[in-house]
């Protein structure tokens, strides 16, 4: 069976399909066979069809109708990504504006077809054969320069050695000549002639009569339909034939291949990913940061709410806690009473009424009074200061109020409820100072003298002398500033000076497994009953006002992501803004890449990645700035928030997270359309554009 030729063409025609302009048909009728190893020139007037022929031969298009098959195959039963293949390894391209990407150095641009490349040579094998080509092609000196800092015949041996890096079966040139001076252009056909005479098959469009004659065959065309097919007697030295890649391959080199295959695609990826986006922010730099910083707030908003609101709600419980998270005030509520004409409710009788009622409600909870003196001048032998005695009922109450002895001791169980009351008293941290100056000034050890000293109280509801038996350690509270200047003492022993015994402000403190706010509201609900509905009761939770503060956050949290998400929006929108006017300014080289092998996907993955890497970036910044924003915030609230609030910056994995997915997926979902678009250009169109 003979072997087919290397291309066939049954009747072809073509025609093209503008948009605004009638159908133009240029190519009609057009039968020709190429064999392996020939030189073949096709020559015709300007507009004739030669291009739209080699477009046709490079399978970077398809005949209206007619059938094209090379070695065999017909162009019409091979897919997009098989047509992709067989540009990428059988043909070389050689163009008359040469068509090399102005960002890449000589040898990437030499290595591009082998991004594409599905053969398993590792990175080192290709770049050897790189490195050959441009020894023989004398570019060696230029494999690190760009094409702008080359001359004409130095772009187009770059071209060649691009076209041949593949080892392909058929060299297309359409006017390879045409943009040089007769000297390159005469040393360009040298080569071709000798590549032909290696084995290559070369087609070559061209105009120029000095051309053609260097052919075997010589192929006319005019207004789209051959009018003479010469082949020249007098043909150059019979083709040698083409060394042959290696057809029989061990299982090891196939492991070899797939891990050099594995290898190429990571490293083309890296280069894919990193360099477009760099240098798209190089080329744009304005634009694309104006662009980016949409994206950066919707990222950084994010990002801080998370971080902020996290801790801000851990704060908050941790500080109602040490306050007492699980008790509740029972109060007259005054302001009500002044607004409805109420009368003054005068109270519960600590010693009477109190422990009758604590023995109804036992299954539940307790009630603690809150009896004080406020007002009192307080007098010890080294300094005197205004301040306020309070109450405490139990050494349970003592402990769940978190007051901690930093010197001395509490008072014993019994003083609660010893009579005649005990006359004595704890120091709060600041008391201590106020009463003590001289004793504290130095030492430590000036504070221990104060045990056991007295102080004298006058001027308020209690009036008498206390014995100091311990000193407290600094507390924090945001109801109470004077909580480090009281002086504490047992309830009995304010009563026992003269302090009201008639309270109307409780403490409830639920039993372990009841709601405090269910125990507050039942406390409330009983007093009025126990007084006939008259006064009017009111009652403060720290659970419910924590729920409460946490629905708050809850709704700014939501608000701030609604926010956050529009600007995101935003930011993606610009971003796919900023990709589509990069690929309008890319479309030569989306063209390139597809002339040379590049499959739709390929262009599709470079272009998602570029959208990705942007947003991914921006992403990056947008934490920076978030976490930048955030620990300032914090500083900013520690100064503000009492001392024993800890506050420290950390980083929320999840708020990272987010911000992470938020950014990446913007870029997958903004970077679709254009990449899309990019993907679908189709190559002579793309090719044209400049
Ligand atoms: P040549 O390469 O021989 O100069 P071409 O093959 O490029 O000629 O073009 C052949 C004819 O087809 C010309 O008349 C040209 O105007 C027309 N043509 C080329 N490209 C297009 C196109 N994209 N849309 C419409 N007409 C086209
Ligand atoms: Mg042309």
Not at 181 to 188: F, I, L
Not at 280 to 302: D, E, F, I, N, P
């Amino acid at each position: 069976m003979p072997r087919p030729p290397l291309y066939e063409l049954n009747d072809v025609s073509y025609t093209y399909q503008a948009l605004k302009a009638p159908p133009y048909t240029a190519l009609r009728g057009i039968n020709l066979r190429i064999e392996k190893g020939e030189f073949v020139a096709i020559i015709g007037a300007s507009g004739s069809g030669k291009s739209t022929l080699m477009h046709l031969l490079g399978l970077m298009s398809d005949p209206g109708t007619g059938t094209l098959s090379m070695t065999g195959e017909t162009s019409t039963r091979l897919d997009v990504n098989e047509k992709s293949e067989r540009r990428n390894k059988s043909v070389g391209f050689l163009f008359q504006q040469f068509f090399l990407l102005p960002q890449l150095t000589v040898r990437e641009n030499i290595l591009l077809p082998t991004e594409y490349a599905r053969s398993g040579l590792s990175l080192q094998q290709w770049n050897e054969r790189a490195q050959d080509l441009m020894q023989r092609f004398g570019l060696s000196e230029q494999a690190d320069k760009r094409p702008s800092q080359l001359s004409g015949g130095q772009c187009q041996r770059v071209a060649m050695c691009r076209a041949l890096i593949m080892r392909p079966e058929v060299l297309m040139c359409d006017e390879p000549t045409g943009a040089l001076d007769s000297a390159t252009a005469a040393e360009v056909l040298g080569t071709l002639v000798a590549l032909n005479q290696q084995g290559h098959t070369v087609v070559v469009i061209t105009h120029d009569p000095e051309v053609a004659a260097r052919a075997q065959r010589i192929i006319q065309i005019a207004d789209g339909v051959i009018v003479s097919d010469e082949r020249r007697s007098d043909s150059p030295a019979a083709p040698r034939k083409l060394e042959q890649s290696g057809s029989s391959t061990s299982s090891h080199e196939l492991t070899q291949g797939f891990l050099n295959a594995t290898l190429n695609f990571l490293k083309a990826n890296v280069r894919l990913f990193f360099l477009p986006t760099l240098q798209a922010l190089k080329s744009q730099r304005l634009r694309t940061l104006l662009t980016m910083t949409g994206l950066l707030l919707g990222v950084a908003s994010v990002f801080i709410m998370l971080t902020l609101t996290g801790k801000v709600q851990d704060v908050f419980r941790e500080f109602f806690e040490t306050q007492g998270a699980r008790k509740s005030f029972v109060s007259f509520d005054w302001r009500q009473a002044e607004r409805t004409g109420a009368p003054r409710w005068q109270g519960l009788h600590v010693t009477e009424d109190l422990p009758r009622i604590n023995q109804q409600i036992v299954k539940y909870g307790r009630l603690d009074p809150t009896i004080d003196a406020s007002g009192c001048a307080i007098l010890s032998p080294e300094g005197n200061y205004q301040g306020n005695l309070t109450g405490i009922n139990s050494l349970r109450e003592v402990e769940e109020n978190a007051l901690r002895i930093s010197l001395g001791r509490m008072p014993l169980p019994h003083e609660y409820e010893a009579v005649p009351a005990p006359r004595i008293a704890l120091l709060g941290s600041d008391a201590v100072n106020k009463l003590f100056p001289k004793s504290t000034r130095n030492s430590a050890a000036g504070s221990s003298l104060i045990l056991g000293q007295t102080v004298r109280i006058r001027g308020c509801e209690f009036e008498g002398i206390l014995k100091i038996i311990g000193i407290l350690e600094p507390q924090d509270s945001l109801f109470n500033p004077e909580i480090n200047s009281s002086l504490y003492v047992p309830t009995s022993t304010l009563i026992s000076g003269g302090a009201r015994v008639y309270n109307t402000r409780f403490v409830a403190v639920p039993h372990p497994d009841m709601s405090p706010t269910w125990f507050a509201q039942y406390i409330v609900n009983k007093l009025k009953l126990m007084t006939g509905n008259r006064f009017p009761l009111r009652f403060f939770s720290f659970e419910q006002e924590l729920e409460k503060f946490n629905l708050m956050m809850g709704i700014l949290l939501g608000l701030t992501l609604v926010i956050g998400g529009l600007c995101t929006l935003i930011g993606g929108i610009g971003v796919m803004n900023i990709m589509l006017v990069n690929v309008h300014e890319r479309i030569q080289e989306i063209g390139i890449r597809k002339a040379v092998g590049a499959r739709n996907r390929d262009v599709r993955r470079q272009f998602l990645l570029e959208s990705v890497g942007l947003c991914f970036l921006s992403g990056l910044l947008g934490i920076v700035f978030g976490i930048a924003v955030s620990a300032v915030a914090l500083q900013i609230a520690k100064s503000v928030l009492p001392r024993a609030v800890s506050l420290t910056f950390g980083i929320e994995p999840f708020a990272l997270v987010a911000a992470l997915v938020v950014s990446l997926g913007a870029g997958l979902v903004f970077g679709t359309w254009p990449a899309r678009r990019a993907a679908d250009l189709q190559i002579v169109d793309a090719l044209k554009q400049e």
